[in-house]
């Protein structure tokens, strides 16, 4: 029962190189999220998804860019690193379902840390 | 836009009641919510308030007040290892319903 699993989980780069963060669920979930975390920004939403193909902005899109082929994977690329896109990056999942509290209920994976030199 | 206010830093001692507050901006308002992360580790879900009143699960609660867009996480028998950051988070209509918006976390130290 592996969950939701992020790789890498460090990722060291440099400015200009193009990354790919990839996330990975076992539950079948509808929808997956990424959030970066800054310190002082709490977790701040970049891309979601409600299903494969059908993928939605966040609040802090620019320089991103995700794709969902399949249910259980949603990738982030970052097409040229920055700086500021130094920040530890979070995958989530939650269920379609007709459960308010289960529909409010995201599950998170480990994060990666990630450092743009 | 959608926006949430809480304290950065609480500090309480073990065995103690401790109250983390939460008032947000939302455009229409679909649920509160409470996550808890230690440090290092993921954001794990706590709880869920969409209508008004307190919500109990075991040693937290979480209470709402819609009319207030306000909000309180209370934990109760505080233990060593609470010791963490909450988050409170809205669904609000600017992120299509489903996603979350976090406000910026509280630190949470518990003391012996």
């Known amino acids: 029962d592996a969950g939701i699993t992020q790789s890498p989980r460090y990722k060291i780069t440099e400015t200009g190189r193009q990354v790919t963060l990839m996330c990975h669920q076992t539950w079948s979930h509808s929808y997956m999220f990424w959030y970066r975390q800054d310190l002082g920004h709490g977790l701040r939403l970049i891309y979601y998804s409600a299903a494969a193909d059908i993928t939605d902005k966040g609040e802090v899109p620019d320089g991103y860019v995700v794709s969902r082929s399949k249910t259980e994977n949603f990738p982030l690329t970052l097409e040229s690193a920055t700086r500021s896109q130094t920040s530890v990056y979070f995958c989530?999942?939650?269920?379609?379902?007709?459960?308010?509290?289960?529909?409010?209920?995201?599950?998170f994976g480990p994060g990666t840390r990630l450092t743009v030199l | 836009g959608q926006s949430l206010e809480q304290p950065s830093e609480v500090t309480a001692v073990e065995g103690a009641i401790v109250q983390i507050n939460c008032t947000y901006q939302t455009s229409g308002f679909y649920g509160l919510s409470w996550y808890q992360q230690h440090d290092g580790g993921a954001p794990t879900f706590l709880s869920y308030?969409?209508?008004?009143g307190l919500e109990e699960t075991g040693r937290f609660s979480s209470f709402l007040s819609r009319s207030d867009s306000y909000g309180y996480l209370l934990l109760q028998e505080l233990q060593m290892k609470d010791s963490a950051s909450y988050f409170c988070?809205?669904?609000?209509?600017?992120?299509?319903?489903?996603?979350?918006?976090f406000g910026s976390g509280t630190r949470l130290q518990v003391q012996p």
């Open positions: 988070a809205v669904r609000g209509r600017d992120t299509g319903r489903r996603a979350l918006t």
């Open positions: 989530a999942s939650s269920e379609s379902t007709t459960s308010d509290r289960r529909y409010n209920e995201q599950f």
């Open positions: 308030n969409a209508l008004d």
